[in-house]
C-alpha cells in the first residue's frame, strides 16, 4: 500500500490496458509484437499518463525479453555503457533485452548516436517514451531504426473505466465513491490516467467518508492545461488558430486563443501572428485589418494582461469575419521567383535617373514624365521579364 495508487494500478497484461485500441486490437502492431515473440525498437510517442511505460513493460514480459529501465533525465554515459553490458551479456545466453528510455528526447545527439550500434546489431531492442514530436527530438538514424508509435490522450469514457476498476480493485463502494465524482475526475483528468488517479488517491487521503465532487475538487485544484510554449502543442494550437481563422470560424479562433492565453502563452506572440495574417490572408479584401493588428499588438504592449484580452479578442474576432484574400501573399511569391530568375536584370533605361547631362544624352529616364499616373510606352519592367503580371 506504500506504493502510489497509480503505480498498482498500472496494467500487466495486454487485456488490462484501457484505450490505445488502434495499436492494441487484433491485427494492430503491439498485438502483432506480442503475439509473435518478436519485438521491435519503438518510440512510443504521446502525451503524459496514456500508457508508454505501461505498454514497454508488457512487450518486454510477454516477449520473455529482459527489460532494462533508465530515464533520459537522469541517465548519463555510465548508464547507458551499463545497459549495453547486461545486454551483451543476455545476448550471450541466448536472450533478448529491451531497453527502455523514458524521455527519449531528453537525450543530446551524442547520447542518441551511442545508442545506435547497439540498436543496429540487435544487441538492445530499443524502445524509447516521448512527449515530444520525435521528428524535432529524436536524430533521424534512430528514427529509421525504429516504429513510431502514436498514442492518444485517453478519452473520458477511459478514463471513467480506469476509474471504475480502481474502485473495484480498491474495494470502494458507491456510497464511498459515486459515480458523479468519478465523472468529475474523469472531466478533471485531461485525458492523463495518472492524473486522475493521483487525484483520487489524495481526495481518499482527504476523508474517511463519502469522496464528494467537493472534495475532488480540493484535491485536484485547477487543472494545468497540456501545454509547451516551446513544444509541439504550442505549433498545433498556434496553427488551428491560424486556420480558423482563415476559415471564417471566430468562434473556434477564440476558442484556440483563449487556450493558449490559459496556458501562459506571449500575448504579443499571438498578436505579432495577427499581423501577419492580416496581410497574408486578409490583404487587399480588407487593408484596415493591417493597422487594426498592429494597434492590436501596440496596446498589448501598452497596456498588459488581463486587460488587453479584450483588444486581442475583439482583433481575432475582425480578423476571423473579414473577407479574405491571397492576392499580396501570391504576387509576393511570385515576384520573389522572378527575382531569383532574373537577378542582374538591368533597370531600363528610360526608368533610371538623370542627374548629370551625359546621362541624359545615354537615354538616361529619355520620354518619362513626373506626372501621377503616368505609364511610359515601354512599361518599366526589364524586358527580359516579358508581359510578366503578378496580380493575373
Not at 540487435?122 to 516521448?130: E, K, S
Not at 516551446?230 to 471566430?250: L, P, T, V
Not at 487593408?287 to 494582461?305: D, E, H, K, M, Y
Not at 488587453?308 to 475583439?314: I, K, P, R, V
Request: hydrophobic share 45%; with cysteine; proline share 5%.
Amino acid at each position: 500500500m506504500s506504493r502510489p495508487l497509480a503505480e498498482r494500478m498500472r496494467p500487466e497484461t495486454l487485456d488490462d490496458v484501457v484505450g490505445q485500441k488502434h495499436l492494441l486490437e487484433q491485427g494492430q502492431i503491439i498485438r502483432q509484437i506480442i503475439e509473435r515473440k518478436q519485438p521491435t525498437s519503438l518510440i512510443l510517442w504521446g502525451p503524459p499518463g496514456s500508457g508508454k511505460t505501461t505498454l514497454a513493460r508488457i512487450i518486454a514480459r510477454e516477449t520473455g525479453a529482459e527489460f532494462i529501465e533508465i530515464s533520459a533525465v537522469t541517465a548519463g554515459k555510465a548508464d547507458i555503457t551499463k545497459a549495453v553490458t547486461d545486454a551483451q551479456a543476455n545476448q550471450r545466453l541466448g536472450m533478448r533485452t529491451i531497453l527502455f528510455v523514458d524521455e527519449i528526447h531528453r537525450f543530446n545527439k551524442a547520447q542518441q548516436d551511442t545508442l545506435l550500434p547497439h540498436v543496429e546489431d540487435g544487441t538492445i531492442v530499443l524502445i524509447g517514451a516521448t512527449t515530444e514530436n520525435p521528428s524535432f527530438e529524436v536524430i533521424t538514424p534512430l528514427l529509421s531504426r525504429s516504429r513510431v508509435l502514436v498514442l492518444q490522450a485517453h478519452t473520458k469514457e477511459d478514463i471513467v473505466a480506469i476509474l471504475k476498476k480502481t474502485a473495484k480493485a480498491e474495494k470502494l463502494t458507491a456510497k464511498r465513491m459515486p459515480a458523479k465524482s468519478i465523472d468529475l475526475l474523469a472531466e478533471l483528468s485531461g485525458g492523463d490516467a495518472r492524473v486522475a488517479l493521483g487525484n483520487l488517491e489524495l481526495a481518499l487521503q482527504l476523508t474517511d467518508k463519502t469522496v464528494s465532487p467537493a472534495i475532488i475538487t480540493t484535491a485536484a485544484q485547477k487543472r494545468v492545461p497540456g501545454y509547451d510554449k516551446a513544444g509541439e502543442q504550442h505549433y498545433n494550437i498556434i496553427s488551428a488558430f491560424i486556420k480558423s481563422m482563415r476559415g471564417s470560424d471566430a468562434t473556434a479562433a477564440l476558442y484556440y486563443m483563449a487556450r493558449m492565453l490559459q496556458a501562459g502563452e506571449d500575448p504579443k506572440f499571438i498578436a505579432r501572428r495577427m499581423i501577419i495574417f492580416a496581410s497574408e490572408d486578409i490583404g487587399l479584401a480588407a487593408p484596415a485589418a493591417l493597422n487594426l493588428a498592429v494597434s492590436t499588438f501596440l496596446a498589448v504592449g501598452r497596456i498588459g494582461l488581463p486587460e488587453a484580452e479584450y483588444n486581442l479578442y475583439h482583433c481575432a474576432t475582425i480578423l476571423a469575419k473579414a473577407p479574405k484574400s491571397r492576392e499580396v501573399a501570391n504576387a509576393m511569391g511570385a515576384a520573389k521567383a522572378a527575382a531569383r530568375d532574373y537577378p542582374d536584370a538591368p533597370v531600363p533605361l528610360h526608368i533610371r535617373n538623370a542627374p548629370t547631362k551625359l546621362m541624359k544624352d545615354l537615354g538616361y529616364n529619355k520620354g518619362y514624365k513626373w506626372e501621377a499616373g503616368y505609364q511610359h510606352e515601354k512599361g518599366f519592367l526589364p524586358p527580359e521579364l516579358g508581359d510578366i503580371n503578378f496580380f493575373a
